[in-house]
């Protein structure tokens, strides 16, 4: 018999979270950088330790874990708490916190593929990698060029809340979270 483990409910969790965001963030532009900072603040942190423990998961049944889910579990927790208790400077902490947040996010997923493939299969491989390269370009265009950033941020990071929100739901459905 197989039973669904809780980091597939995770992944569903996060990837409907992720595109009620990324929609929200379309619906509302002038007001996602004001209003919506707290909602990215809390989705920070539950991201961070959602990654912190797959690390750890991966730790205990493997002998060891992808440090960069470690590390990018660490840096989203901290990014949600400083926005989290800053929300005034959240608008600008956004344009240079997000950037970043894509990139280790898309290595994070990069380094994975391999798990992915094995897994989950080859079309949902491609549609990680495809995904995860859009959002490394996302968050190096964002990073390298902050004012254009800060006037087209909210659709940006709408465009990729919806995409990796999709990525994480085909995770939760694919199987990739099931036992024997």
């Given at each position: 018999?197989?039973?669904?483990?809780?980091?597939?409910?995770?992944?569903?969790?996060?990837?409907?979270?992720?595109?009620?965001?990324?929609?929200?963030?379309?619906?509302?532009p002038a007001g996602a950088l004001t209003g919506i900072v707290f909602v990215y603040g809390i989705f920070a942190v539950i991201t961070?330790?959602?990654d912190i423990a797959f690390y750890i998961k991966m730790e205990r049944h493997t002998g060891f874990g992808p440090a960069i889910s470690l590390v990018t579990g660490i840096l989203s927790v901290l990014a949600g708490i400083l926005l989290l208790l800053n929300p005034g400077a959240g608008g600008w902490a956004l344009v240079f916190l997000f950037p970043i947040w894509f990139i280790a996010h898309c290595i994070s997923r990069l380094s994975h593929l391999t798990i992915v493939r094995l897994t989950a299969g080859t079309g949902y491989y491609y549609f990680t990698m495809i995904a995860n390269i859009l959002g490394?370009?996302?968050?190096?265009?964002?990073?390298?060029?902050?004012?254009?950033?800060?006037?087209?941020?909210?659709?940006?990071?709408?465009?990729y809340l919806i995409l990796m929100g999709i990525d994480h739901i085909v995770v939760a459905v694919s199987g990739t979270g099931l036992r024997r």
């Open positions: 018999m197989k039973r669904r483990s809780a980091l597939g409910w995770g992944e569903l969790v996060i990837g409907i979270a992720l595109i009620l965001l990324g929609i929200l963030t379309f619906a509302r961070g330790i959602v490394l370009v996302l968050g190096f265009m964002m990073l390298f060029r902050p004012l254009l950033s800060f006037f087209s941020v909210t659709y940006l990071i709408g465009f």
